[in-house]
């Protein structure tokens, strides 16, 4: 490979904030030159990046604070999230031209890899879109199943509620959750999205959260007996609600709190003493505990879509332009689906 | 056994309320007569009460609310609890006079109990007073072994904190933890029980939060490293200060929520996000959905007190006219240990 030098587009996050994402606070910055090769002894890849992803815990890098799991973004840098790329040249023995990987890379056209040992070779399968690695066999199905199954314990029957429900997430935990013989209801914002939850995503109900004035009402309509499973995605007033529609020995599995990332004096749960006569289990999780079912999930979970036993809603916006928009729009609910940004096709 | 009927002292659950307990709650009722006999072919017992336990989760039966594990009092009627009592007469072939028993009962001078099944025979021992058989030995004792052990999940140098930590449960809490090599602190709302709990009770640290204007510096002050273990028996801006301090796979065991129940707008929790970065479990739960363990508790917990590994406060009062004002000290803090009404002493 020669000294191949290409301009490189990049998306930079442009400092911290309070509050919900917007689209300004990255930025796309031009005229950037890369070397298209990986230097010799650094063991990294240099890679075209072909897929982006778009994820609330993201949301968690944009403000100055070093005591949590990922570290802040550092302002004037280039933004940092899950990937699918290609391999464009290799110094590594483990990965040769041509290898598809995803894992952590940068929101720019190539970016130059040196921890490849967060890397994960993907093994291409024509019946599997290429972006579903970041989506449904990535991080979000992964969540989605670790969640469902080792945090919430299902059982045959039981009932199940999932808010956030179209999204990257909650879609897979909803599928997961019929699979397993559990009664599901789906909370979204929109009626296209609650349609998509009844009608593409075999969730037994749904319902839109904005047109519901009584969130307990709504959820004792859907639940008359009560929930016993409920996948937290949203937090504040929903999160409430659910607690008063709890069945006894109930389990919460704490995912995400979107509703919490748009204001900085959240609304506080007035009624966590339910979790005693109840004894409910309200668990926080991160699917990077779990790493030890990651093979396990990608068999089981790419099987079933192959028998067109799942299904996965995408909301895939083109260009790396994209990026800052598609970002900001999962804090409003704007993507239908797993939001990733296409950088490239191949 | 003749037709003896003597007067029986009562007292009164006047109606349902909002609220902190208050004293006019409840009242004394005095002149109504009871036959000191089980009717013939009843199976139930006729018992001269002796100690009368005062809990918090009496709270939960004065409103009308028939949803929760224990049906609510009846205005009116004689306000029912946990008690150490010895059997007058009995119609059932598993008692006999003389024998004492624990379980529910009526506040009054005597009961006839029919529901014998939920009664446990207590066999008296020197070593311990009939009193902690509501107590140390008794359902908030095993609340602290249950919580502590099966809930927690405890292991050797973690970090434990107890609030309301001289309290009932709180105290066992604490030493059982000590014992079982843990570093523990206790918080308590008055310098009389700060003391008892780091010169009596053995906790490493303990300190009055109502001297503490910022509890999340409290905390960081006595856990430098954070806190894996919360025994919540308060609520409140105590657990919003404790989710800032919770270490990663910290576990929350939520076995009351005392400062919840005086108000009728409990003050929000509006961090529970951290439940999910620090992948936090916070559970409800109830001595009774443990039952099976209740022997070995007996055994273990009896065999360090006479051991002289644990000791156990008791605030007694004595009289049954002192049950109004002893319960309603419980929302307040003036009780220094565990509530107890001595009705008789034997």
């Known amino acids: 490979m020669g000294e191949k030098i290409v301009e490189n587009k990049q998306i930079i996050f442009k400092g911290y904030i309070e509050g919900a994402p917007k689209e300004t606070d990255m930025e796309l910055r031009v005229g950037k030159k890369i070397k298209l090769e990986a230097p010799k002894g650094s ?15 993201m949301r968690g890098r944009m403000r100055d604070y070093h005591g949590s799991y990922v570290p802040p973004f550092l302002p004037g840098s280039v933004v940092e999230g899950f990937g699918v790329s290609k391999v464009v040249h290799s110094d590594n023995q483990n990965y040769k031209q041509g290898d598809i990987v995803c894992g952590f890379t ?31 066999l990535g991080m979000p199905g992964f969540t989605a199943y670790v969640g469902f199954y080792e945090i919430c314990a299902p ?29 599901v209801v789906g ?31 709504a959820l ?10 409920y996948f937290e995605n949203v ?24 509703s919490q990332h748009g204001t900085s004096d959240p609304n506080g749960i007035r009624n966590l003493f339910n979790l005693i006569p109840k004894r409910i289990k309200m668990q926080g999780f991160l699917q990077s505990d779990h790493l030890e079912l990651f093979p396990r999930f990608l068999e089981e979970v790419g099987s079933l879509y192959k028998q067109g036993k799942i299904t996965y809603l995408e909301d895939m916006d083109e260009g790396l332009e994209s990026g800052p928009s598609a970002f900001a729009g999962l804090f409003s609910g704007k993507n239908v689906g797993k939001q990733v940004i296409c950088v490239a096709h191949e």
Chains 1, 2 share one sequence.
């Open 220 to 229: 004792k309509r859907y639940f008359p007996q009560g929930i016993d499973i």
């Open 106 to 136: 940068g929101w720019e056209e190539y970016s130059l890899i040196y921890e490849t040992e967060q890397l994960r070779k993907v093994k291409p399968d024509d019946d599997i879109p290429l972006s579903y690695y970041i989506g449904l």
């Open 235 to 258: 937090g504040g007033a929903m999160l409430e609600a659910v607690l008063l529609n709890m069945r006894i020995h109930g389990r919460i599995a704490v995912c995400g709190m979107v």
């Open 155 to 183: 059982k045959k029957n039981e009932y199940v509620f999932v808010s956030a429900a179209s999204g990257a997430v909650g879609q897979l935990v909803g599928q997961l959750a019929k699979l397993h013989g559990c009664y």
């Open 43 to 57: 063991g990294a890849l240099l890679v075209k990046n072909l897929y982006l992803s778009c994820d609330p815990y």
């Open 187 to 217: 909370s979204a914002g929109t009626s296209q999205k609650v349609d998509l939850l009844k009608n593409k995503l075999g969730f037994d109900e749904a319902f839109n959260y904005k047109e519901e004035p009584d969130l307990d009402a």
